[in-house]
């Protein structure tokens, strides 16, 4: 994913997931169908750029399924990573649904899976892997579940699909932070690429696309994260990524 040694030139772009990395981190997203989307209203726009997210994500696990299998890995590990990428599919499902109700018109994402990441055909070693999994797993789908979690709480009416998304993400986030432990009690000496990677995400929440201007009372009618739910998540999410790398340092003595 991210190599230690690959330094952010911007602040941590928005995601949702864990969407494959392109060039500066970036994330790499399917495109969406019918263009006639980028005319949808604010809040759907959002919905749809989650989709694709999502549907990044289902690469990203496949990706790092061969990644675990390459090093070696428990098969268990690789077991959840591919059930994880069934998650993500069925998200694929989810988030379009969500955008319909915030006044999109049938919006696709038009992509096949391997094309996401057909730019970086080798697996990632050992030590990306591990980082892969602490930025995008254990920080950005902790985050993905937390802000969920909060999002239900404020609309129930999409408390069934925005509680789906948020317990599924709590998974992978789990999934990743296993990932992370099995990493680091084969190399325990990669604690310092974890801090190193991890010293390079802003404090500051990342901003999502499209919905700066809403208030938070309506971003709340369409199940998306309100400013103070979003800096609060995100500060608990990535204190959470800390002392797990915290905890790596202990146990390596
Ligand atoms: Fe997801
Ligand atoms: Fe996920």
């Known amino acids: 994913m991210i190599g230690p040694r690959t330094q952010r030139a911007e602040p941590a772009p928005w995601t949702d997931g864990r969407p494959v990395r392109g060039r500066g981190s970036r994330p790499v997203l399917p495109r969406v169908s019918p263009p006639s989307t980028d005319e949808a209203p604010a809040a759907a726009r959002y919905w749809i750029e989650s989709a694709r997210h999502r549907f990044s994500s289902v690469a990203s696990f496949h990706r790092t399924g061969s990644s675990l299998v390459a090093i070696g890995a428990p098969s268990e590990l690789v077991d959840r990573v591919l059930s994880a990428a069934d998650d993500e599919h069925h998200h694929t499902e989810i988030c379009p649904a969500l955008a319909r ?22 697996v990632d070693g050992l030590v990306d892997t591990a980082i892969g999994a602490l930025i995008d797993g254990v920080l950005g789908e902790g985050w993905a579940a937390a802000r969920c979690e ?19 993400e709590a998974r992978h986030a789990e999934l990743a932070a296993d990932i992370v432990g099995w990493c680091t009690s ?3 000496w990669i604690d310092a690429d974890l801090r190193f990677a991890l010293g390079l995400v802003p404090a500051e929440a990342p901003r999502p696309p499209f919905v700066e201007e809403l208030t938070d009372d309506v971003r709340a009618r369409h199940g998306i994260c309100t400013r103070p739910d979003r800096d609060e998540t995100w500060a608990i999410a990535l204190e959470g990524a800390q002392r797990l790398v915290a905890g790596v340092r202990v146990a390596a003595g």
Do not use: M
């Open 101 to 122: 109700r915030s006044g999109a018109h049938d919006p696709r994402v038009v992509a096949d899976v391997g094309d996401l990441t057909r730019h970086r055909r080798r």
């Open 186 to 188: 084969v190399r325990p």
């Open 150 to 168: 909060s999002a239900a709480r404020r609309s129930p009416e999409l408390a069934a699909a925005l509680g789906r998304l948020a317990t599924d």
